[in-house]
């Protein structure tokens, strides 16, 4: 029932001969495909690449980013959106964003960072549903976040009316730098911070 | 570190609105805005150094009210939502006004009228703490750059397409097939004068006209309305009744003098 569209990871056909490889030569495989890849690239879509284990190519990939820590240069390898990611660290933003002259991208209003977090953890969720917790409409934000790609649309509820159920996007996750949706702090978490019992 | 901040466009504290001086009836208000009702609210409960669990409801209901009085009065539309809260919140305060019943057993809990809103402020505080936890991860990540586009990611388009594109373009595809069939076919338009004129040779023709069957010989939504429209004219105007043989029956137009 749910319309979301199962990305699926391409797998590249190699002519290569069935040989053990080096685990140094697995490694700096893994290295470029990560930086290739256009997206967090999941160690299931580098294990079927390399055709290799895919316990192996775990334990390649950890060690490869645990040696771009160790290095502390201006790259990070990591996990980000269930995959792996190179990208730069935040240290050097300021010069990074020199170079590219970008400005920080239009953040997101209150009331769509809101939303968003009613999406997030209620999921799958119907516009009432997240009036209730608000107490305001928001469909302007959820317009917002659905152009942004940072939510989807998860079928409809079946109940009366049958209102469409939105959750959020693997977008949302790279957006946040969240591994998956489990990386999210408990929303159980926040009760102790915002009422404190005078 | 510091003044980089100050490049970003809003600051998660810094956006709420304030209500900076007060001289008597008249406040002054530093413009931002509110999330919502439920935002302003507990704005004014922290404003009055007030506990949740116990809300002096009266003062925050007078101050919710006035401040809604100011935003009317600066032309911002006022949300309907906010309204639904103030109802609540009046609703609240007179309840609280009641008397105890005498009648009503002693040991009887009696469940605090403020309960419901603050079980429900206390819910949105957690989504608000979490929009706020999303907010800083999301300036984090604005610092960190992934690696430029290169050649092969043009290639790979498809993966990026998400269920909202398809809609977008499916509607795309439906207003252009819209247009299409508004060109193709002309109708006949038929006029309030000729639809009375034609329903009235009907009914005095047979006698009677059944309005289910006459509705469902029409093809277009302009033609029912002003078959519609025709029928109630009728009905207005000549010795036409409108009749019902028993409940749930279809509705039948009878001219009068047929018996």
């Known amino acids: 029932m749910a319309e979301t569209i199962e990305i699926i990871e391409e797998t590249v056909e190699t002519v290569e001969e069935k040989q053990p490889r080096e685990v140094a030569d697995l490694s700096r495989a893994v290295e470029a495909l990560i930086f290739v890849a256009d997206e967090p690239i999941s160690t299931r879509a580098l294990a079927d690449v390399l055709e290799e284990e895919r316990d ?136 102790d911070l915002v009422s404190p019992l005078t | 570190m510091h003044a980089e901040q100050e490049q970003y466009s809003f600051d998660f504290h810094k956006e709420t609105a304030e209500i900076v001086a007060e001289s008597r009836d008249e406040l002054n208000l530093k413009l931002g805005e509110f999330a919502g009702p439920l935002d302003l609210l ?21 101050e919710y009210l006035n401040y809604i009085r100011i935003m009317k009065r600066l032309d911002i539309a006022v949300a309907a939502d906010f309204l639904v809260i103030a109802a609540q919140l009046i609703e609240i305060k007179s309840r609280m006004l009641l008397p105890r019943d005498p009648l009503a057993a002693e040991d009887e809990e009696i469940e605090d009228p403020r309960k419901e809103l603050v079980d ?17 991860r999301s300036t984090i990540e604005h610092a960190v750059f992934p690696r430029g586009v290169i050649d092969s990611d043009e290639h790979n388009a498809e993966v990026n397409a998400t269920v909202f594109d398809i809609l977008t373009v499916f509607q795309k595809i439906l207003a252009r097939h819209k247009d299409e069939v508004k060109m193709e076919i002309h ?68 001219a009068e003098n047929s018996g």
């Open chain 1, 56 to 191: 192996l190519i775990d334990s390649v990939v950890e060690e490869l980013a645990e040696s771009y820590e160790e290095r502390r240069g201006g790259l990070q390898i990591r996990q980000i959106a269930g995959g792996w990611q190179i990208s730069t660290r935040t240290e050097v933003h300021e010069d990074v964003r020199r170079l590219l002259k970008s400005r920080p991208s239009a953040k997101l209003s209150l009331a769509a960072l809101e939303t968003l977090a009613v999406i997030a953890y209620k999921q799958p969720v119907t516009v009432p549903e997240i009036l209730e917790i608000r107490g305001v409409q928001s469909a302007s934000a959820i317009k917002t976040l659905l152009e942004k790609r940072l939510i989807v649309t998860k079928g409809h509820k079946e109940t009366v009316g049958r209102p469409m159920q939105y959750g959020t996007s693997k977008e949302f996750l790279i957006h946040f730098g969240l591994k998956d949706l489990s990386d999210l702090p408990s929303i159980e978490d926040f009760e």
């Open chain 2, 187 to 254: 109708r006949e338009e038929i006029s309030l004068a000729d639809m009375i004129r034609n329903l009235k040779t009907r009914i005095f023709a047979a006698g009677e006209l059944n309005i289910a069957e006459f509705f469902e010989s029409l093809e277009t939504k302009r033609e029912l309305v002003t078959a519609f429209v025709a029928v109630l004219e009728i009905v207005r105007t000549e010795s036409v009744k409108l009749l019902q043989r028993k409940t749930f029956a279809d509705i039948i137009l009878k």
């Open chain 2, 42 to 62: 507990l704005y004014l409960i922290r404003q009055e150094q007030a506990n949740i669990f116990d809300i002096p409801i009266a003062r925050i209901t007078d």
């Open chain 2, 120 to 136: 429900r402020l206390l819910e949105y505080e957690k989504f608000k703490a979490a929009a706020e936890m999303l907010y800083e």
